[in-house]
């Protein structure tokens, strides 16, 4: 029920590409969903996030797409560049309750 | 200001060495998080503090010990480690535990257990 199942593992995307990382989560009861970047070396950063009320959210070339009938959210970067290269991690998370991260994915962007 | 500082960057230890890692914030927040990272896996949550007070012990062993001298600091003892405790230690925080949801991470401390 705390499960959170991120995929895919790794990816590579070439320059101006749109990466597109996948999670699935199975407790109903989480309300809110995180997206955290982690560089080699260094703590997770938190990138963006969504509430179940809203089915996408924007900031810049970060999407954040929610499914709620299908327990999905998606994490979308358009025109991707190689600095965005990095670990993704998605999280669901509920008030009283800590984080429950998946399993993260590791992104190359070929230049 | 997100920010969280994380001392001392990197740490090579022998399994008879005492040391101590450390935490500071000021946001105010009033939840903190100590997490243990392995390479290419998710952080895995060790401690929670809230308002100074330990309220989640994840089944750490006591050779990791925490301490929360005031809102604003967190410490994390190490005692007797094994060479398996070698990983990324982070330290989070969060406006308190019932709103866990925008945890702020710091850089980490990057441990070598000899």
């Known amino acids: 029920q705390q499960q959170v199942k991120q995929s895919p593992q790794s990816l590579i995307v070439q320059k101006g590409g749109i990466s597109i990382i996948n999670c699935a989560y199975e407790?109903?009861?989480?309300?809110?969903f995180p997206w955290y970047q982690q560089f080699p070396g260094k703590g997770p950063a938190l990138l963006i996030a969504?509430?179940?009320?809203?089915s996408e959210k924007k900031e810049g070339r970060f999407t954040i797409s929610f499914n709620k009938s299908a327990k999905q959210f998606s994490l979308h970067i358009m025109d991707s560049q190689p600095g965005d290269s990095a670990t993704y991690f998605c999280a669901a998370g509920r008030a009283g309750n800590m984080l429950t991260f998946g399993g993260g994915t590791r992104l190359m962007v070929k230049p | 200001d997100t920010e969280v500082t994380q001392t001392p960057k990197h740490l090579v230890m022998g399994m008879t060495n005492k040391k101590s890692l450390k935490c500071e914030q000021h946001?105010?927040?009033?939840?903190m998080y100590w997490y243990k990272q392995k390479a290419k896996k998710p952080p895995e949550l060790m401690f929670v503090?809230?308002?100074?007070?330990?309220?989640i012990n994840e089944s750490v062993p006591s050779r990791f010990s925490p301490e929360c001298p005031n809102s604003s600091l967190l410490n994390l003892h190490l005692h007797a480690l094994q060479p398996e405790d070698s990983a990324l230690y982070l330290c989070?925080?969060?406006?308190?535990?019932?709103?866990?949801?925008?945890?702020?991470f710091g850089p980490g401390t990057r441990l070598l257990v000899l």
């Open positions: 503090y809230s308002y100074e007070k330990l309220s």
């Open positions: 989070a925080s969060s406006q308190n535990r019932d709103s866990p949801y925008e945890q702020y």
């Open positions: 969504i509430r179940p009320d809203v």
């Open positions: 407790n109903t009861a989480f309300d809110y």
């Open positions: 946001m105010g927040h009033r939840a």
